[in-house]
Nanobody, 118 residues
Framework: VQLQASGGGLVQPGGSLRLSCAAS????????MGWYRQAPGKQRELVAA???????NYVDSVKGRFTISRDNAKNTMYLQMISLKPEDTAVYYC?????????????WGQGTLVTVSS
C-alpha cells in the first residue's frame, strides 16, 4: 500500500494549486485522510482532514482558502488551495489510514513542494 502525492509547484501570491494524493496497492478500505505540511525550520502540522464519510476540518490559517475532498471510488484525495500566501510555502504530505486484507496502516506520501513567491 502506498500514497503518491502530486500537484505542487511555484505559484504567485494569490494564486491557486490543486494537490492530489492517490492510494494504490492491496486496498480494502481507507478511513481518515489528511494533508500535512512542513515549512523550513517548523514542525509538521495538520492542514486539513477528511473522514470516510466526508466530514472535514481545517487548521484556522487555511479556513476559507483550502478545500479538502476525496473520491472514494478512485482512492484519491485532493486539496484545492486558493488565495495562496507566502506563508503557505511548505512541503505538503498526504496521510491515510488504509486497510489491506487484514491490517490497518498509517500511510504517508512522499511530499510535494508548494512554493508561494513572486
Amino acid at each position: 500500500v502506498q500514497l503518491q502525492a502530486s500537484g505542487g509547484g511555484l505559484v504567485q501570491p494569490g494564486g491557486s494549486l490543486r494537490l492530489s494524493c492517490a492510494a494504490s496497492g492491496n486496498i480494502f478500505s481507507i478511513s481518515a485522510m489528511g494533508w500535512y505540511r512542513q515549512a523550513p525550520g517548523k514542525q509538521r502540522e495538520l492542514v486539513a482532514a477528511i473522514t470516510s464519510g466526508g466530514r472535514t476540518n481545517y487548521v484556522d490559517s487555511v479556513k476559507g482558502r483550502f478545500t479538502i475532498s476525496r473520491d472514494n471510488a478512485k482512492n484519491t484525495m485532493y486539496l484545492q488551495m486558493i488565495s495562496l500566501k507566502p506563508e503557505d510555502t511548505a512541503v505538503y504530505y498526504c496521510n491515510a489510514d488504509i486497510k489491506d486484507g487484514t491490517l490497518w496502516y498509517d500511510s504517508w506520501g512522499q511530499g510535494t513542494l508548494v512554493t508561494v513567491s513572486s
